[in-house]
């Protein structure tokens, strides 16, 4: 049973904009969300859009979209750290004053030599703190015209140690961090700086990220205690390997989140999986946002990579298809019919039909499909005609198609009324399902044949039953 913090959760995702929103971003924006969501908490959406190169308004937006079908609605944002740069700059100002940064007039050209200097000798390649001002030392000329980059102070000895809730206790050295530039020559702010003031303004308490920062959290946790900054509690999360072990890409299928809907996946399903993938609850596989939000504790994640598995996700959707409520599974279903031609003149209703078929798809792409039949005219093929409605069935066929005229029309009466035929005509069942299914339906492959006459309607089954008899 995890216990609430001692002060209000504040979590963060906080992607960069660079493409669309990924599986990967997808889990840790759920955990973040579903902490907050347990403690009561705050959640808290933050676009990391400094990278001018890369970000795009167009990734934004599909960060956005992705978050809205999902259901993963924040609290406060979205904030945009282009948007921040005041800030930044106001505390960059305050570490130079304070000692905690400072001025390197270093060219790019001269940084890339040091590094080779020391690569040759089998060093670690690192900044070697030319213009890091110390007590006696006597600082380089200040080359002129040339702006320099501001440069954090890192503490020379010492370790950096955090208590990771996925991985344990980490510890980094010092001497294996250089003294990074936390602003540009123009001025503009980097990526680990940003992050820290973020955090801190925004007062982040818990932070679960992919484990691919985890080299950014000493520099990271180095800055804001610099500043003066609370300490987030730190959570690196195992990367999603595709079904051969490898890092999930797209040989693996969709790895962007907003392929799935297209796909006929719902966000129910999409969530339920992602939840399992580095996080358990017992053996429990099937289970709703709200029961996940209860259950959801920092203790059960996993540190090992998990393994995404598309039959897996496939069968989930089809527990939440059936799960779900047939007017909005018909929302839904209803474009993809509409543009594979569907006629609904005189049709039965969508709702009703799609009742009948879920138990049997995984997607809504299948259930838009299966759910065809309903919406043409039947063209049954002409050999498997000649199969199926010989002359040993066709006044079988006659007496149902009679009968059909008074039968009460429910499933049940139906059944009772083809039983009473087939023993009447010494038949079996499929010798009279089958030609009723391919006049009806135009295919052999359907539920069940009470049910899908049911589902037509007796005017429809009587009309088409004409045509041969």
């Not at 001025?103 to 940084?111: F, Q, R």
């Not at 390649?125 to 501001?150: C, H, M, N, Q």
């Not at 299928?253 to 006929?264: C, D, I, L, N, T």
């Amino acid at each position: 049973m995890t216990t609430a913090p001692a002060t209000p959760v504040r979590t963060r995702f906080a992607p960069s904009p660079t493409g669309f929103l990924h599986l990967g971003g997808a889990r840790t924006a759920l955990y973040s969300w579903a902490f907050a969501r347990h403690f009561g908490g705050t959640f808290v959406l933050r676009i990391e859009d400094t990278d001018l190169e890369r970000s795009t308004p167009e990734a934004v937006q599909a960060i956005l979209d992705g978050m809205k079908w999902l259901g993963l609605d924040h609290d406060e944002g979205p904030f945009y750290q282009m948007q921040r740069m005041d800030r930044y700059r106001e505390v960059v100002a305050q570490m130079l004053k304070e000692g905690t940064a400072y001025h390197c007039y270093s060219s790019p050209e001269e940084v890339e030599a040091m590094r080779e200097r020391m690569r040759a000798a089998g060093e670690k390649p690192r900044y070697d703190g030319t213009w890091r001002p110390e007590e006696g030392k006597t600082l380089p000329p200040v080359p002129a015209g040339r702006k320099p980059v501001v440069r954090f102070r890192n503490p020379l000895d010492g370790d950096v140690t955090w208590h990771d809730v996925v991985k344990g206790e980490i510890t980094i050295s010092n001497k294996e961090l250089d003294d990074l530039v936390i602003a540009r020559p123009d001025g503009t702010p980097t990526y680990n700086f940003c992050v820290a003031v973020d955090d801190w303004d925004m007062r982040i308490t818990h932070v679960l990220r992919g484990d691919d920062h985890v080299n950014n959290t000493p520099r990271q946790i180095n800055i804001l205690r610099a500043i003066g900054a609370p300490l987030p509690q730190y959570g690196h999360l195992p990367m999603i390997l595709g079904s051969d072990g490898q890092k999930l890409s797209k040989r693996h299928g969709a790895v962007s989140v907003m392929e799935y809907p297209a796909q006929g996946y719902l966000p129910e399903a999409m969530l339920n999986y992602l939840a399992r993938l580095g996080w358990s609850h017992g053996d429990d596989e099937v289970f709703s946002m709200a029961q996940f939000c209860e259950w959801f504790n920092l203790e059960h994640l996993t540190a090992s990579a998990a393994q995404f598995n598309n039959e897996k996700l496939a069968w989930l959707n089809n527990y939440w298809i059936k799960q779900a409520d047939n007017n909005r599974l018909a929302g839904l279903a209803k474009p993809k019919l509409e543009a594979d031609g569907a006629d609904f003149n005189g049709a039965p209703e969508l709702p009703v039909v799609l009742a009948l078929l879920k138990e049997r798809t995984n997607t809504i792409n299948e259930l838009a499909d299966a759910a065809m039949l309903f919406y043409r005219q039947p063209q049954p093929d002409a050999a498997l005609m000649a199969q199926h409605f010989t002359d040993a069935v066709k006044p079988a066929l006659a007496a149902f198609a009679e009968r059909i005229k008074t039968v009460e029309w429910s499933k049940e009466a139906i059944a009772a009324m083809i039983k009473e035929v087939l023993a009447a005509h010494g038949l079996k069942m499929p010798q009279i399902a089958m030609p009723l299914r391919l006049i009806i339906t135009g295919q052999l492959q359907t539920p069940a044949i009470d049910a899908v006459l049911q589902v037509f309607g007796r005017d429809t089954v009587s009309a088409r039953l004409a045509k041969y008899l």
